[in-house]
């Protein structure tokens, strides 16, 4: 097999690094970190270059491969229990085994709330959310540079400050964002630690919208393009939010939820959707969108 970086971790997944000398562990232990700048940076290229001939006897068979060993469990004979005959279910049991059946469907139906359900998403959540997405794709210069002056810009303008929930994670990813910029040539393959990922990860999925704001930006988002089979299903969904108090008259945007309400219904007997610019920005603002 001609050992490359492309079937790098394929081609060594069965050898034993641990038998093999530093120098060859050391490089294997941070290939990720090494191939993500592999054409990049001339030391890099150089090294790992050097890496691949040392392994290739290993491959090929010129040295005595080392490999991880193996156990195969023998498999258990499968036992069938045999029933003599069915037992009669009695009235109480068949009337607790519906109950309990009823309850489980119930709990089914209700909705996964969100550990932090917010009217606006705070800007150092959405500045995660951004980081996030750019993990295991090939980003630009232009892509990484603008996001680091983004962080700094909210900074500076103190939208996030450094008492803030997520401080640190906010510097993490400021100094990786810096740090990435300077080791890239024109574009790069970004890649976030695992670690962090995870952490980060859990941050960004413990927030959520509220119900209402939620309904607000559905509304928002059939305007221009509404039919009245998409009007019918966002006022059940209405409907059935206020009905199971997923949105509640205490709500800050329940007067606007009740507003939408009025549109769909009045647009669904006329076929016209009557609101005004006013309006319609309003919603905009309240749902975080601008403008």
């Not at 394929?10 to 034993?16: L, M, P, Q, Y």
């Not at 941070?30 to 270059?49: A, C, L, N, R």
């Not at 036992?79 to 003599?84: I, L, N, R, Y």
């Not at 996030?160 to 300077?182: C, F, H, P, V």
């Amino acid at each position: 097999m001609n050992l490359t970086v492309n079937n790098y971790e394929s081609a060594v997944e069965n050898i034993d690094f641990s038998k093999l000398p530093e120098a060859i562990r050391m490089v294997d232990d941070k290939w990720g970190q090494f191939y993500k700048f592999y054409g990049k940076s001339d030391k890099i290229t150089e090294m790992v270059d050097n890496h691949l001939k040392s392994l290739k006897p290993y491959i090929k068979g010129d040295k005595k491969v080392i490999l991880k060993k193996t156990v195969t469990k023998p498999s258990k004979p499968k036992t069938v229990k045999v029933t003599p005959h069915k037992k009669a279910v009695s009235k109480a049991v068949k009337s607790k085994i519906i109950v309990k059946t009823q309850r489980i469907a119930s709990q089914r139906k209700q909705a996964v709330r969100k550990q932090n359900e917010v009217e606006l998403m705070p800007l150092e959540v959405r500045f995660i959310k951004r980081y996030l997405t750019l993990h295991d794709k090939r980003v630009t210069e232009k892509q990484v540079s603008t996001f680091y002056k983004a962080i700094q810009k909210a900074s500076v303008e103190k939208t996030i400050r450094k008492s803030g929930k997520y401080a640190n994670e906010i510097m993490k990813i400021s100094k990786d964002l810096s740090q990435t910029y300077k080791e890239m040539n024109n574009s790069c393959k970004f890649e976030i630690p695992s670690s962090l990922h995870v952490k980060l990860k859990n941050i960004t999925d413990s927030y959520g919208v509220t119900p209402a704001i939620a309904l607000i930006k559905r509304f928002i988002s059939l305007y221009g393009r509404i039919t009245k089979e998409k009007a019918s299903r966002l006022l059940k969904s209405i409907e059935n939010s206020k009905e199971n108090g997923k949105v509640k008259s205490s709500d800050n945007a329940y007067s606007r939820v009740v507003e939408i309400e009025n549109h769909l219904e009045k647009y669904l007997d006329s076929d016209k959707l009557f609101i005004t610019d006013v309006q319609l920005n309003g919603l905009r603002g309240i749902a975080g969108l601008g403008k």
